[in-house]
C-alpha cells in the first residue's frame, strides 16, 4: 500500500515537471537560461542585429544574460564586441550616405562604451560629410539672404533656423556663429520695437527665441529685465483696475503680465481674484433674479479662471434663485401673481411684529419680501418693505460682526446686499468681514489647522477677493499644506 502511495507521488511529480519544464528549469538551473541567452546574443551579433525593441537584439540578449548571472564574463565581453559592431556599421552607413543611421549608431557605441577617441573621430567625420552634401557655403549664403530681408524666424528657410542648421554640422563655423549673433541682435530689436507698440506677447515670444537660441547672448540679460519692467507696469495698473472694479481691463493687464513673464505668480492670483470679482457680480444678479446678467457674469468668471473658489458659490446662489422663482412663480396672471404679493406683504408684516426679521429661515420678514421680490421686483409695496427692513439688517451685522460670529454675519450682509444694492456701505462692510476671516485663518494656521485655514481663506475671497493680505496669507497656507 505504501509502495502504491509512493508511486503515485513520484507520477505526480513526475507530470508537474513535465507540464512546467520551461518555467521550473530556468529556476533551478538559471545558468542554463543564462547560457541560451549568450548564444542567441552571439547569433545576432553575427547577423548585425545589434540592437532591437522587441529586446531580440545583441545588446538586449548579451544584457539579460548578464542580469541572470553577473559574474559572467563572456556575455560582457559580448556587449563590447556589439559596440565595436556599431562603429562599424556607422562607417558603413557613412559611406553610403545614411546618415540618421549612422548618428544612432555611434550613439548606441557610446553607450556601450567604445574608446571615446574612436567614436569622435567617426563624428567629425560624419559631420565632415554632412556638411559637404548639405552644401554649407550654399547655406551661409541663403542665411544671409533671410537676415538681410528681414526674414529672421518663423520658417525653415528663415535666418536663425539656417544657421543652426550650418552649425548642428560645423559647431565652429566661424560665419555660422557671426551670423546667428547678428541674427539674435536683429530679433531683440524687434522685441524692443514690438514693445513699444505694446505688443508684449510678440516681444516676449521673441526674447524666449533668443534664450533658447542662445542663452549667454550678450544682449540677453537687458532684454529680460525690460520684459520684467513691462510685467510689473501691467500686474500694476491690472490691479488698480480691479479695485476700481474695471475687471475686463483687469483682466487684460494680468495677460500681459503673463505674457511678458509666464511665471508670474502674482498675475496668476490676480486672475483668480477677477474671476471671484465676476462670480460676486453674479451673485449680486442672480440676487435681483436678473438671470440673464448672471449667467453672463459667471461665464465670464469661468473664462478667466475655473480655479476661483467663488465660482462655486455663484453657481449655488443662482440654483437658489432659480428655485425661489419657480416656487413662488411669476408666469401666473396679473390679478394672481399681486394677490399672491399682498399675501407675502402680510407675512412679512407679522414676522416683523413678532421680531423675526432675518430668522427663521422661510418664515422671517426677509424670506417673506424675498419671495414677494420674485414674483414683482418693482412692486412699490414690496420696495418699501425692504427699505424698512434694511436697518434690522445693518444692525444684526455689526451685533454678529463684534461677536465674532463670522458665518451669521454673512448672512446678516446678504441680506443687507439684496436689501440696498452692491452700495458703497455693503463693500465696505465685505472687506471687513473678509479681513475678519483673514485673521481667524491666520489664527488657525498658527495652530496648524489646515483646513480650518483653507476654509477662512475661501471665505474672504468670496467676500472680497481683493482683501488686504489674502494673496500672503493664500502663499503660506500653500506652503504649509505643500510640507504637511
Not at 83 to 90: D, E, H, M, N, R
Not at 147 to 165: F, M, W
Not at 323 to 331: A, D, E, W
Request: aromatic share 4%.
Amino acid at each position: 500500500m505504501a509502495w502504491g502511495i509512493g508511486a503515485l507521488l513520484v507520477g505526480a511529480c513526475g507530470l508537474l515537471l513535465f507540464l512546467l519544464r520551461q518555467p521550473l528549469s530556468e529556476r533551478l538551473w538559471p545558468d542554463t537560461r543564462a547560457q541560451q541567452l549568450q548564444t542567441d546574443a552571439t547569433q545576432a551579433l553575427a547577423q548585425g542585429r545589434l540592437t532591437s525593441a522587441d529586446g531580440r537584439g545583441a545588446r538586449e540578449l548579451y544584457a539579460a544574460a548578464l542580469a541572470l548571472d553577473p559574474d559572467r564574463s563572456e556575455a560582457r565581453r559580448g556587449l563590447d564586441r556589439v559596440g565595436v559592431a556599431a562603429l562599424a556599421q556607422a562607417e558603413a552607413a557613412i559611406d553610403s550616405r545614411r546618415y540618421a543611421d549612422a548618428h544612432r549608431l555611434i550613439a548606441l557605441a557610446r553607450e556601450l562604451s567604445v574608446p571615446r577617441a574612436r567614436s569622435d573621430a567617426l563624428q567629425a567625420r560624419l559631420r565632415e560629410r554632412e556638411a559637404g552634401d548639405a552644401g554649407i557655403g550654399k547655406l551661409l549664403a541663403q542665411a544671409e539672404a533671410a537676415r538681410k530681408a528681414g526674414r529672421l524666424d518663423g520658417g525653415e528657410d528663415a535666418a536663425l533656423p539656417l544657421y543652426q542648421r550650418v552649425l548642428a554640422l560645423e559647431p565652429n563655423r566661424t560665419e555660422a556663429l557671426e551670423g546667428r549673433e547678428d541674427t539674435l541682435a536683429d530679433l531683440l530689436q524687434e522685441a524692443r520695437a514690438s514693445l513699444d507698440r505694446g505688443d508684449v506677447a510678440e516681444a516676449s515670444a521673441r526674447v524666449r527665441r533668443v534664450q533658447a537660441a542662445d542663452p549667454g547672448h550678450v544682449d540677453l540679460p537687458d532684454a529680460l529685465a525690460q520684459l520684467t519692467r513691462v510685467a510689473e507696469r501691467r500686474r500694476t495698473q491690472a490691479e488698480n483696475d480691479l479695485r476700481r472694479g474695471r475687471l475686463a481691463e483687469a483682466v487684460s493687464g494680468y495677460l500681459a503680465a503673463l505674457a511678458a513673464m509666464p511665471d508670474d505668480s502674482a498675475a496668476e492670483r490676480g486672475l483668480i481674484r477677477v474671476a471671484n470679482a465676476y462670480a460676486l457680480r453674479s451673485q449680486r444678479y442672480a440676487g435681483d433674479f436678473r438671470f440673464d446678467e448672471a449667467e453672463a457674469a459667471l461665464r465670464d468668471a469661468r473664462a478667466v479662471s475655473l480655479e476661483a473658489p467663488g465660482i462655486s458659490e455663484a453657481e449655488h446662489r443662482l440654483a437658489q434663485a432659480r428655485q425661489s422663482q419657480q416656487r413662488y412663480g411669476t408666469r401666473v396672471p396679473a390679478g394672481e401673481r399681486n394677490r399672491r404679493v399682498r399675501l407675502l406683504l402680510a407675512d412679512a408684516a407679522e414676522a416683523e411684529a413678532r421680531g423675526d426679521l432675518l430668522t427663521p429661515p422661510g418664515e422671517s420678514a426677509f424670506d417673506k419680501l424675498r419671495a414677494a421680490q420674485a414674483l414683482s421686483p418693482q412692486d412699490a409695496g414690496v420696495r418699501g418693505a425692504m427699505a424698512r427692513l434694511l436697518p434690522a439688517a445693518q444692525r444684526c451685522f455689526e451685533q454678529e460682526l463684534r461677536d465674532n460670529r463670522l458665518s451669521r454675519a454673512r448672512e446678516c450682509l446678504d441680506a443687507r446686499a439684496a436689501l440696498e444694492g452692491d452700495n458703497a456701505g455693503v463693500r465696505e462692510s465685505r472687506r471687513r468681514l473678509a479681513q475678519r476671516w483673514i485673521a481667524v485663518g491666520d489664527e488657525r494656521l498658527g495652530a496648524g489647522e489646515l483646513r480650518a485655514a483653507q476654509a477662512a481663506l475661501t471665505a474672504a475671497r468670496e467676500l472680497d477677493p481683493q482683501a488686504n493680505g489674502l494673496g500672503e496669507f493664500a502663499d503660506r497656507l500653500r506652503a504649509a499644506s505643500a510640507a504637511n
